[in-house]
T-cell receptor, first 114, second 115 residues
Framework: QKEVEQNSGPLSVPEGAIASLNCTYSDRGSQSFFWYRQYSGKSPELIMF????GDKEDGRFTAQLNKASQYVSLLIRDSQPSDSATYLC??????????????FGRGTQLTVWP | GAGVSQSPSNKVTEKGKDVELRCDPISGHTALYWYRQSLGQGLEFLIYFQGNSAPDKSGLPSDRFSAERTGGSVSTLTIQRTQQEDSAVYLC?????????????FGPGTRLLVL
């Protein structure tokens, strides 16, 4: 059974700070990792995905993957109140796959205060 | 363009009744997924359709749950003899694949409450 662990939070940061969200996974065969954002009462939306070790940047968001240590993180620079949401980490259920059904962590609740 | 749509947005039913939840995927997306999200729980995979292949039903929690996808497009998730523990938000996602990459887009969900 795949496991994805996230600190449920809540994580609270001031506006303009860097928010760091972490996710660890148990299956060394996992090949791809997804970060979704879910506003309260809304459906998840994809923010970023990462396949390779290292960093991947997209605007204010950076995903970091360390396969040796089996963790993936999401950094949000210059955090804004509109970033306040629950952030979900997900991996494909099928070992070694980058596709298909996803296993989601329980999410980290982020609050950015003005 | 239009995203994934689901109906109804909310459904209240009595224990023991059957319910049908509908999902309209994004046009052209070949893969369609059903997940559910219970209070305090993570998103849980239920069933997956890919093109004309047999669906992957490995996530269905019991034989009271079934789903079909007609014409490779619209999907219906049916829950028979609903139980209170079936109360959750049922989310549908569709996706397109480009090589080894896939992006799943979620619909707004159907919030089911079983009394």
């Amino acid at each position: 059974q795949k496991e994805v662990e996230q600190n449920s939070g809540p994580l609270s940061v001031p506006e303009g700070a860097i928010a760091s969200l972490n996710c660890t996974y148990s299956d060394r065969g996992s090949q791809s990792f997804f970060w979704y954002r879910q506003y309260s009462g809304k459906s998840p939306e994809l923010i970023m995905f990462i396949y390779s070790n290292g960093d991947k940047e997209d605007g204010r968001f950076t995903a970091q993957l360390n396969k040796a240590s089996q963790y993936v993180s999401l950094l949000i620079r210059d955090s804004q109140p509109s970033d306040s949401a629950t952030y979900l980490c997900a991996v494909p259920l099928d070992r070694g796959s980058t596709l298909g059904r996803l296993y989601f962590g329980r999410g980290t609740q982020l609050t950015v205060w003005p | 363009g239009a995203g994934v749509s689901q109906s109804p947005s909310n459904k209240v039913t009595e224990k023991g009744k059957d319910v049908e939840l509908r999902c309209d995927p994004i046009s052209g997306h070949t893969a369609l997924y059903w997940y559910r999200q219970s209070l305090g729980q993570g998103l849980e995979f239920l069933i997956y359709f890919q093109g004309n292949s047999a669906p992957d039903k490995s996530g269905l929690p019991s034989d009271r749950f079934s789903a079909e996808r007609t014409g490779g497009s619209v999907s219906t998730l049916t829950i028979q003899r609903t139980q209170q523990e079936d109360s959750a938000v049922y989310l549908c996602a569709s996706s397109h694949r480009v090589g080894p990459q896939e992006t799943q887009y979620f619909g707004p969900g159907t919030r089911l409450l079983v009394l």
